[in-house]
């Protein structure tokens, strides 16, 4: 998971640390790689994107890189049980 999580950051920085699992800090990563990119976009605001853009590709990348493995749980309930009137089958 980490692996598609980096690859993921490459192109679209903090979705991939959404992957991974870490919630919080991808919509931040994704929330401040859209107003560097935003900044980039006025012209002289340039001059505080690209360095904001850089540090927050490579801070969504590390911490991709870094996440706990976690292992996919899948929760399977058995509602055989439950045979209400109006439930198929």
Avoid: H
């Avoid at 998971?1 to 979705?15: D, H, Q, S, T």
């Avoid at 401040?32 to 850089?54: E, K």
């Amino acid at each position: 998971m980490r692996a598609l999580g980096v690859i993921v950051n490459l192109f679209f920085p903090g979705v991939g640390t959404i992957i991974v699992g870490k919630i919080v800090a991808g919509v931040i990563q994704f929330l401040l790689y859209a107003v560097a990119v935003a900044l980039i976009a006025t012209g002289i605001g340039a001059l505080f994107g690209v360095p904001l853009a850089v540090v927050v590709w490579i801070w969504a990348v590390v911490s991709a890189a870094t996440a706990e493995d976690k292992p996919l749980v899948v929760v399977v309930r058995d509602r055989s049980d439950d045979r209400s009137p109006g439930s198929r089958r």
